[in-house]
């Protein structure tokens, strides 16, 4: 089990306001971890952290990853693109061969179902498209992290309940180390095999993963005392 | 680009192309009755006009004129916009240039096109290279303000995402920050097809041995008022067709992802 990230007394401070407050915790290779919280306990800002757009007020962050993918909450494409082009685009920036980078882009639209949108704008795609694009386009590039910031937050119940499936699938068929974010927890628990809580000044716990009824039913009450 | 040129075709059979040639033709009526009433040398009927015009097609001196001063405005246009686009672009992506050329900025906005034609001619005396000074100098900044405007629109997410899959600088350019610019400097470039083809004129009515301005300030001398106004219909003709025959489809073709 390789060690990818570890994150050492990490403090994060924005003017005066402490997100982040001696933070440790680390992620193996076998990880898909859940972060649960509230809105604006300082969630996103560790996906920023480890993806490098943002840098520790203080403590040491060590970070084994060479490729990352970053699914946001909004699916983040260029519009001048197509969705063949926007997935395409990252793999020949890390240095994949055209063609090895077209294979690969388009096998991973078409298993998030957008077999035949290769050629569409993303003004042409619906919101659901748009973030499978977003998802094909982290996957495609085969990261040694993937980082899920709410990615289906902003989708509506059925269409949500359809990407987290393609997700799994995704998922059970390529496995690859995550960092999942979400105010869910129905969400999280689908996912993770770790689970962290968060709380209001960057304050985290691990909370023991359990797959019954009662751990899902704890992690919502748990969830509710994190508000 | 095929597509985008039927893209022209399908806006030509459009309801606002059909107002527009009743625009037209509601500013040739209003040319007609004013006509009527002022005298002749004063204001020449559309007929005067396009009479003098089909003569006047019938002439080498005005194809060559249409020649030097078509070439003249593709450089200056040219060669402004190139200046003012590189120098928006670095001064888009460093603050402090920004802030070093602000100074410049404003001095080229505010002198007026006068005084530049007066100090053009006196470094290049009266040849095309004055011309094309003019014209680059004076629309240089008209582009370099509004790449500055586009790179500042730039949608901060897809910097993020472009920094979070490693983009270059170079990188970014290419793929963020110039396809995100050519709305705006679409919207400049009307303006300085418009303001170009004003300036040259302008530089070949005072200082110059050729062009269609130079042609113009000879109809004017010998008060040839039919020519003054077949000249002006032939400077309107260049902005057309420039704008909509050669920038539009161009202009179409790199926003086809907005349809």
């Given amino acids: ?26 992620v193996n290779s076998t990880d898909i971890i859940g972060i649960l919280g509230a809105s604006g306990v300082g969630k996103s ?7 490098g757009l943002d840098k520790p007020t203080k403590g040491t962050l060590i970070n084994n990853t060479k490729k990352v993918g970053y699914v946001f909450q909004e699916p983040r494409l260029l519009p001048w693109k197509t969705a063949l082009q926007n997935v395409l685009l990252p793999l020949l920036i890390s240095g994949k061969q055209k063609n090895k980078a077209k294979k690969k882009a388009l096998y991973y639209l078409d298993k998030m179902g957008l077999n035949g949108f290769e050629n569409y704008y993303p003004s042409q795609l619906s919101g659901g ?13 085969e990261p040694d992290l993937l980082l899920l910031d709410e990615p289906f937050s902003s989708l509506d ?17 390529h496995p690859i180390p995550v ?12 996912f993770a095999n770790r689970i962290f809580m ?21 992690l919502k009450d748990a969830f509710l005392m994190t508000l | 680009m095929t597509s985008c040129l039927y893209d022209t075709l399908e806006h030509l059979k459009s309801s606002k192309f059909i107002y527009s040639i009743l625009g037209v033709f509601f500013l040739l009526g209003l040319w007609q009755i004013g006509s009527i009433y002022m005298h002749e040398v004063m204001l020449a009927s559309p007929f005067q006009t396009f009479n003098e015009l ?16 078509a070439k003249r405005a593709f450089i200056g246009i040219l060669l402004g916009g190139i200046v003012g686009f590189i120098f928006g672009i670095i001064a888009g992506l460093n603050e402090n240039i920004k802030n070093l050329l602000e100074p410049m900025r404003w001095m080229v906005m505010s002198i007026s096109p006068i005084i530049v034609v007066g100090i053009a001619m006196m470094w290049f005396g009266i040849a095309t290279q004055m011309v094309i000074f003019i014209a680059a100098f004076l629309l240089s900044p008209i582009v370099y303000v509004n790449t500055i405007k586009g790179m500042e629109m730039v949608d901060e997410n897809i910097i993020e995402m472009a920094n979070v899959y490693k983009f270059s600088v ?46 113009f300030s000879f109809a004017n001398s010998d008060m040839n008022t039919p020519q003054i106004f077949a000249w002006l219909i032939v400077t309107l003709a260049f902005v057309g067709i420039a704008e909509y025959l050669f920038f539009k489809p161009i202009e179409n073709y790199f926003l086809r992802w907005k349809n």
């Fill in chain 1, 1 to 26: 089990m390789e060690k990818l990230i570890e994150f050492k007394n990490i403090n994060k401070t924005f003017d005066t306001l402490e997100v982040i407050k001696n933070l440790s915790f680390e």
């Fill in chain 1, 45 to 51: 800002t560790i996906l920023k952290l480890i993806a």
């Fill in chain 1, 129 to 141: 498209m748009l973030q499978r694009v977003s998802l094909a386009r982290a996957f495609a590039l």
């Fill in chain 1, 157 to 173: 119940i059925r269409l949500k309940s359809v990407l987290e499936t393609m997700l799994k699938e995704l998922l059970t068929e």
């Fill in chain 1, 179 to 190: 960092l999942y974010v979400s105010h869910s927890p129905e969400e999280v628990v689908q």
């Fill in chain 1, 198 to 218: 968060m709380f209001a000044g960057g304050v985290i716990e691990e909370l023991p993963v359990d797959e019954d009824e009662d751990f899902k039913e704890f």
């Fill in chain 2, 54 to 69: 089909y003569k006047m097609i019938q002439t080498n001196v005005f194809w060559t004129a249409c020649w030097i001063t």
């Fill in chain 2, 170 to 215: 170079f990188q970014k350019l290419i793929h963020v920050y110039i396809p995100a610019l050519i709305g705006p400097l679409a919207a400049a470039m009307t303006i300085v097809i418009t303001s170009g083809m004003r300036i040259i004129i302008l530089a070949e009515v005072l200082g110059a041995n050729s062009g269609i301005g130079y042609e």
